[in-house]
């Protein structure tokens, strides 16, 4: 079975974008390779979102806070899929990706954001990570191959109001 690139894309590539990262990549169907980067990205993953990562068995030592125009570079990995998970990212003017993803917004508040103790951060954190998760499965259930470009950008699209 062939597996797609799919690249999340956030403005500091610390949080959401991450999750998405991981539960592609992670994700029971085998059918993803997930990588995220952001516009003006941070120094470091928000720690809860390494904590959701690495309890999805997602190696520590691929998390890293990305520029996206490491994915624009020659010999980057072609991306068949890109969506942003931030509304901020949703507005940006993209590089210009080398092939033609199929582009979609699937966007989510931002867990970091959440004040308060941890529990309340972590539960933050937890509902982007099954929104997406959510997302990711349905996604994993169409005949991706089957589909022309135009109707896979609409069921992209349809997902991000799941």
Known sequence: MKTFNILFLCTHNSARSVIGEALASMDPSKRFVGFSAGSTPGTNVNPFAAEI?????????????????????????KMDFIITVC???AGEVCPIWPGTPVTAHW???????????????RQAFREVMLGLRKRIELFASLPIEKLDQMSLQSELQKLGKV
């Open 53 to 77: 990562a690495e309890m999805l068995g997602y190696p520590a030592a691929k998390l890293r806070s990305k520029s996206w125009d490491e994915y624009a570079l020659p010999g980057a990995p």
């Open 87 to 89: 509304d901020n990212a």
């Open 107 to 121: 966007g989510f508040p931002d867990p970091s954001q959440v004040q308060g103790s941890d529990e309340a951060k």
